[in-house]
Antibody, heavy 124, light 107 residues
């Protein structure tokens, strides 16, 4: 079955950087757009970024634009999130998520599969 | 950005109750709306997409309706496994946005 496993979370000081990774398995990774979604403690879900199946398009939430970079390696079935200039309000569980269907589906697609999440705590 | 507003924020109900959660978009999103269920410490789970399409494996007591800016999630007969937080999400345009969530509690 589809598996998404995030890693790289931890405690980091404000202003520093952290890189999250998501290892995908049991599906053709290169056929799906991939997303990062986060959830601050006790708060709702917040969409962070998307990268298209071929890596040619990326979009970001205004709250992370210019600080975070999403990338993927289709040869290694991995999705990354490089987070720079971290702030206290970036503290959250970060989820990697896959769209329900792949690029061949011309309609808009929700998030069908999620990882278990990795916690990022930004604190001095 | 499109704002998604859910109501109520918290809902107290009993097993067997019919439950309705509302989600309103700040502008039309056609029917590009999904509903997710989340339990404490767990990842969200897709329940409904395209406003009313039930994801495979989701019990038929869940249903969704609406289009444009007004949407509802209905649980026809609440079961013990349904006590959780429910969130709507628009995927009409980037950046995607979620509602703030509705916690369904045991009455």
């Amino acid at each position: 079955q589809v598996q998404l496993v995030e890693s790289g979370g931890g405690v980091v000081q404000p202003g520093r950087s952290l890189r999250l990774s998501c290892a995908a398995s049991a599906f053709t990774f290169s056929s799906y757009d991939m997303h990062w979604v986060r959830q601050a403690p006790g708060k709702g879900l917040e969409w962070v970024a998307v990268i298209w199946y071929d890596g040619n398009n990326k979009y970001y939430a205004d709250s992370v634009e210019g600080r975070f970079t999403i990338s993927r390696d289709n040869s290694k079935n991995t999705l990354d999130l490089q987070m720079n200039s971290l702030r206290a309000d970036d503290t959250a569980v970060y989820y990697c998520a896959r769209e329900l269907t792949g690029f061949w589906d011309s309609s808009k697609r929700p998030l069908g599969y999620w990882g278990q999440g990795t916690l990022v705590t930004v604190s001095s | 950005d499109i704002q998604m507003t859910q109501s109520p924020s918290t809902l107290s109900a009993s097993v067997g109750d019919r439950v309705t959660i509302t989600c309103r978009a700040s502008q039309s999103i056609s029917n590009w709306l999904a509903w997710y269920q989340q339990k404490p410490g767990k990842a969200p789970k897709l329940l409904i997409y395209k406003a009313s399409t039930l994801e495979i494996g989701v019990p038929s007591r869940f249903s969704g309706s609406g289009s444009g800016t007004e949407f509802t999630l209905t649980i026809s007969s609440l079961q013990p496994d349904d006590f959780a937080t429910y969130s709507c999400q628009q995927y009409n345009s980037y950046s995607w946005t979620f509602g703030q969530g509705t916690k369904v509690e045991i009455k």
